[in-house]
């Protein structure tokens, strides 16, 4: 699927302000893509529909979560990790993306995985540190992006993590295994 195909797809599922981040993470992604030898194409479509279900109703993405037998924890945790596995499911059924690649990227864009691929890292990490992000920490990450790609992975899953703690809020378990895998390999 070409850019501008996606792009007018993605629009009219999103706010225009999620519409500009979108904007940042395809960029972001692009140029880390091309930094560390990702699939520049996959880069662009996965960023672009990264967040395809993110204004869907919590009943819908719910309802999704059970039916295709998607994690069952999910529904234990925060509503705001269901649209990355509701939206890859949703981008192959009515966008028509079956790349397992992409959906895979969109799939674990907001908790991670173990032994993430290189493209799963470079759109958790796009979506992180793009240009609209403003919040402490970011450039630090977003530094640390342009010398060594897993290195700005753990910082941004330990600012994640701290951030969750200090709110008294809980951390799905699938973050905490891609921060010690993450850890662990380096």
Sequence with gaps: MEREKALAVVEKAITKQRYQHTLGVMETAISLA????????????????????????????????????????????????????????????????????????????????????????????????????SFPGVDEVRELAQKDLNEALVQSISNTIAFLMKKKQPIYPETFKTYNALVMKN
């Excluded at 037998?69 to 596995?85: F, G, I, S, V």
């Excluded at 981008?91 to 032994?115: M, Q, W």
């Design 34 to 133: 091309k930094r560390y030898g990702a699939d520049v194409k996959k880069a662009e479509l996965a960023a672009i529909f990264h967040d395809y279900a993110k204004f869907r109703p919590k009943d819908e993405m719910r309802k999704i979560i059970i039916e295709q037998n998607m994690p069952k924890d999910l529904l234990e945790y925060n509503t705001e990790l269901w649209h990355a596995p509701v939206g890859a499911y949703l981008v192959e059924k009515e966008v028509g993306i079956s790349d397992k690649e992409i959906l895979d990227a969109i799939r674990y864009h907001t908790s991670g995985r173990e032994n993430m691929t290189l493209l799963e890292k470079v759109i958790y990490l796009a979506d992180y540190i793009e240009p609209g992000r």
